[in-house]
């Protein structure tokens, strides 16, 4: 079995299980749980999340595990499709480079879900997460084209977050399902066929990204318990001649992406926190304008501002221009650089850019709008000579009385170059949950991520926070 790749990811779940994760990664762990939490707490009350709310609430089923924000309880599989759109609803959620992947948005609902349903104690969801998160990414990495530094995934049209986040998510249900690792090889075979993500919503709108790695959650979970049940998978699922990467990347992989350093290097700690709700490509020239803000520029006085970065990134947050500087909603405002940048200029809240500024009302802004005519994206040398491994930003400013003055930020915040404290974290987890949640059920969600072991049961992080949840 180990002669496979899926054989390979599941001795290697298999052995966590048994020998658990090492320190930084649980550390690592915790914080991108209370990271999601605090996401989806957010994220609970948008349409979206009440339209798949509604949307399960019709299927039925055993009351297995809870939904944020709901004091019913669902099958495992749709609590996690319900968690997974919320933990990715508002950009906001984590991301690995240079595969551009979101693991912990599908990886860490499927987890809570599975770990409810199963009476799992918080280190065993932490074991099981962290399989998960590392899967995800090595899968995603498989179809990292190193020549053309791009990931063949979205070359294809395809978010590699929702396809390689079903594998790990698989993963992760079935190491918290007790899966022995035969069993673990057949649940990511038939996660394989259940893999999906089209990722044109990032030009042109809509908000079907959204439920991308709600059904990556729900997929995975599913794909565990029917291993459980007998249904198999093929062994070969990944790399085989009509397996999961000839299918997406026509057979163009890096299998060793996968295998290399399996369980002895993690990837999992250096995936980067988003400090702003707002997709990451935008970062960098976030902190670029709160930069030249911080050094006095008055947005009035602006007559342009030239905006360079990765010309590979330019297509999904500059393009088409026209689109991307009239964001009708708060939701298309996120993927826009015109607007980002704008905000920035113009002073924002949280850790400099937060969900309050990226509302409908503000898309829409007649001051910012003026502003965002007035700011162009485009490609950069510089940039291009550093993406993906970070995504930087060169931010140009020329104001109406002709001073030119330039920002430049080539590391991005929340890496391990200039990593989130954990109390700028847990500023990021209040932020979010603040309108939602009692003051009391704040300290004690974050008190629970900080000590989740063996001690505590993994079903308290859910029930905690619908405990205190404050409704209409």
Not at 6 to 33: E, Q, Y
Not at 59 to 85: C, D, F, K, L
Not at 210 to 221: F, L
Not at 384 to 413: C, H, W
């Amino acid at each position: 079995m180990d002669d496979t790749l899926a054989g390979r990811l599941a001795s290697f779940a298999h052995a966590c299980r048994d020998d658990h994760v090492p320190s930084d990664v649980a550390s690592s762990v915790r914080s991108r749980i209370l990271d999601i939490l605090g996401i989806s707490v957010a994220a609970s009350g948008l349409d979206t999340s009440r339209a798949v709310v509604g949307f399960i609430a019709d299927q039925g089923g055993s009351p297995q595990a809870g939904v944020i924000g709901s004091g019913t309880r669902w099958p495992a599989a749709w609590a996690a499709m319900a968690n997974g759109v919320f933990a990715h609803s508002l950009d906001y959620d984590d991301t690995h480079l240079p595969s551009v992947l979101h693991p912990s948005a599908a990886v860490v609902p499927a987890g809570l879900a599975v770990a409810e349903r199963r009476g799992s104690d918080g280190l065993a969801l932490i074991d099981a997460i962290a399989v998960g998160v590392e899967t995800t990414i090595r899968v995603g990495m498989a179809g990292f084209d190193l020549s053309t530094r791009q990931s063949t995934f979205f070359e294809h049209g395809q978010h590699a977050t929702s396809i390689c986040g079903t594998i790990g998510a698989a993963v992760t249900a079935g190491l918290l399902s007790g899966l022995e690792p035969d069993g673990i090889v057949d649940a990511i075979g038939i996660a394989a066929s259940m893999s999906s993500g089209v990722i044109e919503g990032n030009r042109t709108g809509g908000t079907v990204k959204r439920m991308h790695c709600g059904w990556a959650a729900h997929a995975g979970v599913v794909a565990a318990s029917l291993a459980a049940a007998g249904i198999t998978g093929p062994p070969t699922a990944l790399e085989g001649r009509f397996g999961l990467f000839e299918a997406f990347l026509h057979g163009r992989f890096d299998a060793e992406a996968v295998t290399d350093g399996l369980g002895e290097r993690w990837e999992l700690p250096g995936v980067f926190f988003k400090p702003y709700p707002a997709n990451h490509f935008t970062h960098a020239a976030a902190d670029a304008a709160l930069d030249l803000r911080s050094r006095g520029l008055d947005p009035a006085t602006v007559e342009r501002v030239r905006v360079g970065v990765a010309s590979a990134t330019v297509r999904t947050i500059g393009q088409p221009i026209e689109v991307k500087r009239r964001p009708a909603t708060g939701y298309q405002a996120q993927f826009s650089g015109p607007y980002v940048v704008a905000a920035a200029l113009l002073g924002g809240s949280g850790l400099g850019l937060s969900l309050d500024d990226f509302t409908d009302e503000l898309a829409t802004d007649p001051q910012r709008r003026a502003l965002m005519d007035r700011i162009s994206i485009e490609g950069d040398e510089r940039c291009d000579a550093i993406y993906p491994y970070q995504f930087p930003a060169v931010v140009e400013v020329t104001t109406m009385d002709g001073t030119k003055l330039s920002s430049e930020v080539l590391v991005n915040r929340g890496g391990t170059e200039r990593p989130l404290s954990r109390d700028e974290l847990a500023l990021k987890f209040r932020s979010n949950v603040a309108p939602r949640l009692q003051p009391g059920i704040v300290d004690e969600v974050i008190d629970l991520c900080d000590n989740l072991d063996g001690s505590v049961s993994a079903a308290a992080l859910v029930s905690t926070i619908n405990e205190g949840f404050i409704r209409p």
